[in-house]
């Protein structure tokens, strides 16, 4: 029997408007297309290019009306040098334990979620995800994805405490940070930075020239972090330029 391949144009949908929670007072809309088949993977490199992210099996952009607000960013890795601070805060992340396992949820990880949503995100979009909804985020994706996982020493020859962890997604230029999250009772690690430096230190150990983070909201407090790693491109309408 002939093994059949999709070769199917996607289809592009528009959500319908809900409020913006970067800019009060603005109404979002997306567009987004569905990843399926054998042409999920570089169907989703092609849509991350041109300012896409993923979630699951979708990779979705914003549409809105009047507003164009979100920029979608990317850390040029080769050429990015850690400031002062960044590298205090490396060198105050020395002791944690990396690893990079596959896209497969765990308690102890929606554990770690919950806990990071309930300090810093209670009342947002995913404050109500339950340990299903993680397992979705997680295992429904047909790319080349996979967790990386922070953790304490190891005690007694048991794994450390889980400190923080990203999903994301392997491409051929770059590393897409689909999402993040972190202990949020310690501070003093700057775990959300580290991640993102740890990812930049690993593009570069891959080959790889891009670290892409998502959208860069300038204004936005929820979106100011970014702009602290350059150098950075930003994809505008003459393509991706720097900063």
């Not at 002062?84 to 060198?91: D, E, G, M, S, T």
């Not at 080959?207 to 909201?217: A, F, K, T």
């Amino acid at each position: 029997m002939t093994e059949q391949r999709s070769t199917r144009v996607p289809q592009f949908f528009l959500t319908p408007g809900g409020a913006c929670p970067y800019l009060p007072g603005k109404i979002e809309r997306k567009v987004f297309a569905r990843l399926s088949g054998n042409l999920a993977q570089p169907l989703n490199e092609a849509l991350t290019h041109s300012g896409f992210r993923r979630s699951q099996s979708i990779a979705y952009r914003p549409a809105c009306e009047n507003c164009s607000a979100c920029v979608s960013v990317r850390i040029v890795a080769p050429e990015f040098s850690l400031t002062r601070n960044q590298r205090r805060i490396v060198k105050r992340n020395t002791d944690l334990v990396r690893s990079e396992v596959s896209a497969e949820a765990t308690r102890e990880q929606f554990a770690l979620l919950r806990t990071y949503l309930d300090s810093r995100h209670a009342g947002g979009g995913m404050s109500d995800m339950g340990l299903f909804d993680y397992v979705a985020m997680v295992e429904e994706t047909p790319v080349e994805t996979h967790i990386v996982e922070y953790r304490r020493p190891p005690v007694d020859g048991k794994p450390g405490a889980l400190l923080g962890c990203a999903l994301s997604d392997v491409l051929r230029d770059g590393l897409s940070m689909v999402y993040s999250f972190y202990h949020p009772g310690e501070d003093a690690r700057s775990l959300g930075t580290h991640m993102i430096l740890d990812h930049v230190e690993s593009a570069r150990r891959r080959g790889l020239r891009h670290v892409y983070l998502g959208y860069w909201v300038r204004g936005s407090a929820k979106m100011d972090y970014k702009s602290r790693f350059r150098p950075m491109e930003a994809l505008g309408r003459e393509g991706w330029e720097r900063l």
